[in-house]
């Protein structure tokens, strides 16, 4: 089991910045993929981005030169540092744990953003 602990949510005005913490803990496997996703409300869930063990990154294109994802293999910790924020980057952001078959969600942080 993986348990993911997601901080750092908030309000915040359009064009600010915020940033993301997650923390992973449990059986830990290297080689893994951690991500943020988010779900606004009475839409899917989707892809913000993603990073391999390798720092390999994936960008929704929405968000590219805006956010930027990096992790700390040490504290088992990714990071989603999110600038010049829109209202339309509104939503509920999840943390995602990928290894193998196994998927892990963590319980997701309001990110609001006021225009």
């Known amino acids: 089991q993986v348990q993911l602990r997601e901080s750092g949510g908030g309000l915040v005005q359009a064009g600010g910045s915020l940033r993301l913490s997650c923390a992973a803990s449990?059986?830990?496997?290297?080689?893994?993929?951690l991500g943020w996703y988010r779900q606004a409300p009475g839409k899917q869930r989707e892809l913000v981005a993603s990073?391999?063990?390798?720092?390999?990154?994936n960008y929704a294109d929405s968000v590219k030169g805006r956010f930027t994802i990096s992790r700390d293999n040490v504290k088992n910790t990714v990071y989603l540092q999110m600038n010049s924020l829109k209202a339309e980057d509104t939503a509920v952001y999840y943390c995602?744990?990928?290894?193998?078959?196994?998927?892990?969600w963590g319980q997701g942080t309001q990110v609001t953003v006021s225009s």
């Open positions: 990073i391999t063990s390798g720092d390999s990154t």
């Open positions: 995602n744990y990928k290894y193998s078959y196994d998927t892990y």
């Open positions: 449990g059986s830990i496997f290297s080689g893994n993929a």
